[in-house]
C-alpha cells in the first residue's frame, strides 16, 4: 500500500499535474482507505502542532494511513509570501514530511491573508500553496480546487474563501455525476463549516455555505464534510449528512461555549479526524492528542 501512493506521489510531481482539477484514482486497486485531516495548525512557537503530528504518527505507526487532507489556515499567520518561503519547511515538512504519505491541502482565509491587522506588512500567495505540490513529496494541491479518487472514497477539495459562483457550478456539476465505478462513499472538504458550535458560527461565509453548498450535500448523498476554521472538535449531523470539524490542527483551541442544536458531540482540543472505509463501512474517529476518540463508539455508517 505504502509502495503504491509513492507511485502516485512521484507521478503527481509531474508540472502536468498542477493545474488539474481532476486526479483521477490514486489508489485504484485499495479495497480500503485510512486517513487523515485536520486544519488550523502551521503556527511558529507554539507546541501543539508538535503534539497532533505525534499523534498522528502514533495511529500511523499502529494503523497505517494512506493519505491525509488539510483543512486549510495551513500557515498562520498570514500565509506563505513564495514558494521558497521558510514556513514550508518549518511548518509543513519538519512535522508531515516523515509520515511520507501524500496530504491533499485546501486554503483558509489565513492563507489568503490580504494585508490587514496583523499582516499589514506582509500578504499570502495561496498560489505559492499551489506551485509548491511541484516541490514537495507530501504537499498535494493541484489546483484551488480539485477532486479525486482513492479506493472506495470519492474526495472534493474545496477553495471556501475564494467560494464564488462558478465553483458552486464546478461542485455541483460534478456531484451530479454518477461516481467512477469502485466508489462507495463521498467526501467533501475545505475550511469554512457549514454549521458550528463554535465563535465562527455567525461568519457571513458559515451563513453562505448553509444556503449554497449544503443543500447541494443533501441533494447528492455526500456522506461526510470535514471542515476546520473553528478550532476545536466538533460532529454535527445536519439532513443526514455527517459534519466534522477539525480545526484543532496546532492553534490555540477555543472555547465550544453554545451548542448547535444540530451538534452530536464537541470539545476544545487538539487534535485530527481519522477516517477508515471499506466497500461496506465508513468509520470517522476525532482524535485528541492522547488518541481518546470524541465519541465512544465512534461514528460509523454502513452500506
Ligand atoms: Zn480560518
Known sequence: MTTAVWAVAAWALAPGALAQQNLGALLPAAVSIHFVAFGDFGRRGKPWEAQVAEAI????????????????????????????????????????????????????????????????????????????????????????????????????????????????????????EPPPAGVVWRVVYGHHPVYTSGRHHIDPRVKQLQR??????????VDLYAAGHDHDLEHLRVEGVDLFIAGGGGDEVRGVERRERHSLAAASAHGFLDVEADRLRLRGTLFDTDLHSLENPPWEKTR
Open 57 to 176: 504518527a502514533r495511529r500511523n505507526a499502529s494503523d497505517p494511513v494512506q493519505l491525509g487532507l488539510t483543512l486549510g489556515d495551513n500557515f498562520y499567520e498570514c500565509g506563505v509570501k513564495s514558494v521558497h518561503d521558510a514556513a514550508f519547511h518549518d511548518l509543513w515538512e519538519v512535522f508531515y514530511g516523515p509520515l511520507k504519505i501524500p496530504f491533499y491541502a485546501t486554503l483558509g482565509n489565513h492563507d489568503y491573508a490580504r494585508g490587514e491587522g496583523a499582516c499589514a506588512f506582509g500578504s499570502g500567495d495561496p498560489q505559492a500553496e499551489v506551485e509548491y505540490t511541484r516541490l514537495s513529496r507530501t504537499w498535494r494541491m493541484p489546483a484551488r480546487y480539485y477532486m479525486f479518487t482513492a479506493g472506495p472514497v470519492q474526495f472534493f477539495a474545496l477553495d471556501t474563501v475564494a467560494w464564488d459562483r462558478r465553483e458552486r457550478a464546478w461542485i455541483e456539476r460534478q456531484l451530479s
Open 212 to 221: 449554497e453548498l449544503l443543500p447541494l450535500l443533501v441533494a447528492h448523498h
